[in-house]
């Protein structure tokens, strides 16, 4: 809404708690399981199952298997039914996040997301079906409602109840830290007291065999920062964030997981898919980042990269976190949770705000256990062991296709 | 709070490449001529508007970021360059910062679609020049590099009512000083997927393609004549029961109105209006379905009516088709005023 009633009258940098968080990847569903995977730098790439690799060059990913219980909600049967993989990760990790956060829907709660492709695999039946039997309309109109972007979210806010604005950023691999930045943006300037936030994609054939067929997937688990890494690995997941006022949250006594005190968003224009060498962007990003959180990169205790393994974006993220870091860059402690269960696109940078909570929240590093050979490139210190650490403060990257830079700041909450 | 000010507007749509044509097929009132489109397995075409070939070729199809682009794309950068006009060279390097928010809901479908027969036949041969024009935000980026802008910029993607969100977006964005400009584009184009999927909900559509962009300043200046005034919540449509419901909230939000102003709406008689005494235009009955760009032609619709005084204000209304109800209010802009817009 513009303009806003009221606004004038809410700090305009009020402090942003996080309230609730939910996940799920391939390392399981739920915040116990994900930190003690994340912790101990577990893996968990499988043969893909999903759909046919047969003809690709890559057959690997972070495949999740789902519950077989989704958790109780106001849905009916029918809609459980019609629910397709991206929904029912989102409501896995949705209601992980709105139960722990202890809200109750009586007021209106906006939803902003991030995805990349939302339920596609609708959209792909829907094609072949339109293809090969093009006189036959059964189930079509279906798939296109549920296909549709927006309609996730939809079944998000039914399955919990919510009646709020429901927005959806699709800034490709970003679109997840887009979402969460937007939605500090909206509680830090007190356009909302509250928001669920988050990203979420589920593996599909089409997303697949577009980044295969640009050989930037690796037919071995990824290696993210490693001198031989041959590109990345592909996953799956959601997760989602209670966001709140951080006086509203105190108020309530509400468990305060940490705090979002950062964002930085920019527009890489040197090409649609690969990032300008010296990560110039990245490193705005990063830089604004840290000016709306009023903090200096000798305050960053750790970075989560994002860290695809590409040869590629690893070596522009490293020049670009070493630009930013400057004298601090050789003892800053760096990795990409990729490592672990692959790029989750849409995903990826609401996962990684996760698991830089869990960082802060059991001081703790996220370790790439996989790693051999790090790239000399990069001029920091990659963790490559589960290690205990004292952290403040973590700050996340996540880039995309089309530029799309975004940078958050976790602070740890006493 | 800050004033937001339209300091420009862009079009394409099936009347033309332009603003002009946009007006001119509006002022007219008669639907435009509809054209065929094949449906694979169908003796039947598909009936669509689709935009017309430009009468010169625009000349940014000569940067070499658009040569692979898809159409989404084209209809989304010459839309936002006819709004930003003249402001175009003020964004590179060092420059001022333009927020950029795209709107839409289908997307560059036609080469998804593409991609994807592609990847049926044989997943090792699909093109790799298609599918990075796949992601929703590829007009963005394409269009971020035109004008040199490295600032923030967010691809939404919803019902109709997703460009008025993105207005909602970039008036946050001017207010925080994330950015000195915003443009807000709601764009799609044409795929018979798409015009095949509209003709299962309503036989009686007719789906049409391209764009409608609005440029946004806090400053006026003596040729902004048009303040977007408010933007009211988005009021959640999500089931069939509560859509009307949802439209009435969004219409409360809004002043009563007087015979000079105008409604622009996506659909003539819808019950929430019933007390509105002003003219209704509905360019869609004119132009077609096109989404997010037709919720943007109404915004350009409006803006226009208020800069040539045909009205002292205008509001645009977007019942969207599963997500929302959201409307917009634009007046004709006093520098020396703050139109009182309580209780939004």
Redesign the interface.
């Known amino acids: 809404?513009?303009?806003?009633?009221g606004?004038?009258k809410v700090p305009a940098t009020a402090r942003v708690a996080v309230t609730g968080a939910g996940i799920i990847t391939a390392l399981g569903a739920g915040w116990k399981i994900n930190a003690a995977g994340f912790r101990a730098g577990r893996t968990a790439f499988r043969q893909v199952t999903l759909f046919d690799v047969s003809?690709?060059?890559c057959k690997i990913a972070a495949e999740i298997d789902l519950p077989a219980k989704l958790p109780p909600s106001r849905l009916s049967r029918g809609d459980w039914r019609r629910l397709e993989r991206a929904s029912r990760l989102l409501l896995l990790a949705g209601h992980e996040a709105w139960s722990q956060s202890g809200w109750t829907p009586d007021n209106?709660m906006p939803l902003i997301l991030g995805t990349?492709s939302?339920e596609m695999c609708l959209?792909?039946q829907?094609?072949?079906q339109?293809?090969r039997t093009?006189?036959c309309?059964k189930h079509?109109?279906e798939r296109?409602?549920h296909y549709?972007?927006?309609?996730q979210g939809?079944n998000l806010?039914?399955a919990l109840g919510?009646?709020?604005?429901?927005?959806?950023?699709?800034?490709?691999c970003a679109s997840g830290a887009?979402a969460i930045g937007?939605a500090w943006?909206?509680v830090r300037?007190g356009?909302a007291q509250w928001v669920l936030t988050g990203g979420y994609d589920a593996l599909c054939?089409?997303t697949f065999?577009?980044?295969?067929?640009?050989?930037v997937l690796s037919p071995s688990p990824c290696r993210p920062f490693d001198a031989a890494r041959s590109g990345l690995t592909l996953g799956e997941g959601a997760a989602v964030l209670a966001l709140e006022n951080l006086g509203v949250a105190q108020q309530r006594g509400a468990e305060i997981l940490g705090e979002i005190i950062g964002y930085g968003?920019?527009?890489?224009?040197h090409h649609?898919?690969q990032p300008h060498p010296e990560g110039?962007?990245a490193v705005?990003a990063m830089r604004a980042a840290c000016a709306s959180a009023g903090v200096t990169p000798e305050q960053i205790d750790y970075v989560n990269a994002h860290g695809t393994a590409t040869p590629q974006n690893d070596a522009a993220e490293a020049a670009a976190i070493q630009t930013w870091a400057g004298a601090r860059a050789a003892t800053l402690p760096v990795s990409s949770t990729k490592a672990g269960v692959g790029h989750l696109l849409g995903a990826a940078g609401a996962v990684e705000a996760v698991v830089s909570l869990m960082a802060l929240r059991g001081q703790w590093l996220p370790p790439e256990t996989a790693l051999e050979t790090p790239d000399p490139a990069c001029r920091f210190q990659i963790v490559r062991q589960p290690v205990d650490a004292k952290i403040e403060t973590v700050l996340s990257n996540s880039f995309?296709?089309?530029?799309?830079n975004a940078a958050l700041i976790f602070r740890r909450w006493p | 709070?800050s004033r937001?000010f339209v300091h420009g507007q862009g079009a394409v749509s099936p009347a033309g490449w332009g603003v002009p044509a946009l007006r001119a097929a509006l002022d007219q009132g008669r639907p435009l001529p509809v054209q065929s489109l094949a449906?694979?397995?169908?003796d039947h075409p598909l009936t669509v508007r689709l935009v017309p070939p430009p009468l010169e070729r625009p000349a940014f199809l000569a940067h070499p970021?658009l040569r692979r682009a898809s159409p989404v794309t084209h209809y989304t950068v010459a839309a936002a360059l006819e709004a930003i006009g003249a402001d175009a060279s003020l964004f590179g390097a060092g420059g001022l910062r333009l927020g950029?928010v795209t709107g839409t809901?289908t997307?560059g479908i036609s080469y998804?679609?593409r991609?994807?027969?592609e990847?049926?036949q044989?997943?090792?041969t699909?093109?790799?020049m298609i599918?990075?024009?796949?992601?929703?935000?590829?007009s963005?980026?394409?269009l971020?590099?035109c004008l040199?802008?490295?600032?923030?910029?967010?691809?939404?993607?919803?019902?109709a009512g997703t460009f008025l969100?993105g207005?909602?977006?970039a008036?946050?964005w001017l207010?925080?000083g994330?950015a000195e400009a915003c443009v807000v584009i709601g764009a799609e184009e044409t795929d018979w997927?798409a015009a095949?999927?509209l003709r299962?909900?309503d036989r009686r559509a007719v789906h049409a393609s391209g764009a409608g962009a609005l440029y946004l300043k806090t400053q006026p200046t003596s040729s902004s004549a048009v303040e977007?005034t408010?933007?009211?919540?988005?009021f959640?449509a999500?089931?069939a029961p509560g859509r009307l419901e949802a439209a009435r909230k969004m219409r409360a939000?809004l002043p009563a109105g007087a015979p000079d102003e105008w409604l622009c709406a996506n659909e003539r008689h819808h019950p929430a209006w019933n007390d509105w005494t002003g003219r209704v235009l509905a360019p869609t009955e004119i132009l077609g379905e096109a989404f997010a760009a037709s919720a943007a032609w109404q915004c350009v619709a409006a803006c226009a009516a208020i800069q040539t005084a045909r009205c002292a204000a205008s509001n645009v209304s977007v019942t969207g088709a599963?997500?929302?109800a959201i409307a917009a209010r634009f007046v004709k802009s006093n520098v020396l005023k703050v139109e009182n817009?309580?209780?939004?």
Do not use: K
């Open positions: 809404m513009f303009p806003t009633p606004i004038l003809r690709q060059r209106p990349t939302g959209g792909q829907y094609l072949q339109a293809l093009p006189l309309f079509q109109a296109v409602t549709l972007v927006q309609q939809i806010a039914n919510l009646h709020g604005e429901i927005t959806t950023i699709s800034n490709a887009n937007h943006e909206l300037s356009r054939h089409l065999a577009g980044f295969d067929t640009l050989q968003a920019t527009t890489d224009t649609l898919t110039n962007a705005a995309g296709f089309g530029g799309a | 709070m937001i449906r694979p397995g169908w970021r950029i809901l997307g998804s679609r991609f994807y027969e990847v049926l044989n997943p090792a699909a093109s790799p599918f990075p024009e796949t992601v929703f935000n590829s963005a980026s394409h971020a590099a040199g802008s490295s600032a923030i910029s967010y691809a939404l993607v919803g019902d969100q207005l909602a977006v008036a946050g207010e925080n994330l997927t095949d999927a299962l909900f977007l408010a933007v009211t919540d988005s959640a999500t089931r939000q599963s997500l929302q817009a309580t209780p939004l």
